[in-house]
């Protein structure tokens, strides 16, 4: 058995010791813009997770190939948005959807507001991003087109 050698101020200390270390997050930037090196630009830190969570919930169930679960599907509300229970039911859907495909992110609160005359769902999701503790604010306005 590997023992380890401590300081004599130490003393005999078993337990193990716990550093944090930061971790960056970087996806490439989904509207493909040239760089100046020719390349693409990519996306950090918070930018790209705000990215990748706009794309999860703009995303319809059954579009992502061999994942037919993948998205918050809010399409599906726009059509038949007359009840208070749809409310609910997006911001289920909203929260399931980034618990489940978004891991760098934790959902804080879900404010959701209905407008079932225009067919319009406005939605705000104030979540925090983990490796940082920082808290954004997304703000998305779904309408169904004629």
């Known amino acids: ?10 003393g005999n200390v078993s337990s193990s010791i716990l550093t944090s270390r930061k971790t960056s997050y970087s996806d490439i930037d989904l509207k493909f813009a040239k760089a100046p090196t020719g390349d693409i630009y990519k996306k950090a830190d918070l930018a790209a997770v705000k990215q990748s969570i706009k794309n999860l919930l703009m995303t319809n169930y059954a579009e992502k190939p061999f994942d037919p679960d993948y998205g918050a ?22 929260i399931r959807a980034i618990q489940l495909y978004e891991p760098r992110a934790r959902v804080e609160e879900v404010e959701v507001s209905v ?3 225009a067919h319009n769902v406005f939605v705000r999701i104030t979540f925090r991003i983990l490796n940082t503790q920082t808290t954004e604010t997304i703000e998305l306005n779904l309408t169904r087109l004629r």
């Open 73 to 94: 599907d809010l399409n599906r509300f726009l059509f038949n948005i007359d009840t208070e229970l749809d409310e609910e039911d997006i911001k289920d859907s909203i």
């Open 1 to 10: 058995m590997v023992t380890r050698a401590f300081a004599i101020e130490d």
């Open 115 to 117: 407008d079932g005359a």
